[in-house]
């Protein structure tokens, strides 16, 4: 079955950067779209990042754009956040995401249906 798996979240300092992984196993790496979505305490989830494995169309919320970047490894089905210039506002649960079949829109969570657990991302002022 299919299972993604997030590691990378800890604390940082506003400006400071942090790199999320999702280790995606079960799950055909090259198709579809996988997508990072985060859920700060007491908001809905939000889309952040996508990309679309086949030809690697990224797609970015206007929130992230210019400080995010998302890539996968298709060797090491794994895909990756590296965030940059964060902020506390950028302080939340961060989830991995997949779907094999959806055509958008990238970053709305309907459009997905393989979850990670989800690590946690805190960013200090």
């Known amino acids: 079955h299919v299972q993604l798996v997030e590691s990378g979240g800890g604390s940082v300092q506003a400006g400071g950067s942090l790199g999320l992984f999702c280790a995606a196993s079960?799950?055909?790496?090259?198709?579809?779209?996988m997508a990072w979505f985060r859920q700060a305490s007491g908001k809905e989830r939000e889309g952040g990042a996508a990309?679309?494995?086949?030809?690697?169309?990224?797609y970015y919320a206007d929130s992230v754009k210019g400080r995010f970047t998302i890539s996968r490894d298709n060797a090491k089905t794994t895909l990756y956040l590296q965030m940059n210039d964060l902020k506390p506002e950028d302080t939340a649960t961060y989830y991995c995401?997949?779907?094999?079949?959806?055509?958008?829109?990238?970053?709305?969570?309907?459009?997905?249906?393989?979850w990670g657990q989800g690590t946690q991302v805190t960013v200090s002022s």
């Open positions: 995401a997949a779907d094999l079949v959806t055509d958008g829109p990238f970053l709305n969570e309907t459009e997905y249906y393989y």
């Open positions: 079960g799950y055909t790496f090259n198709s579809g779209c």
């Open positions: 990309i679309y494995t086949g030809p690697g169309t990224t």
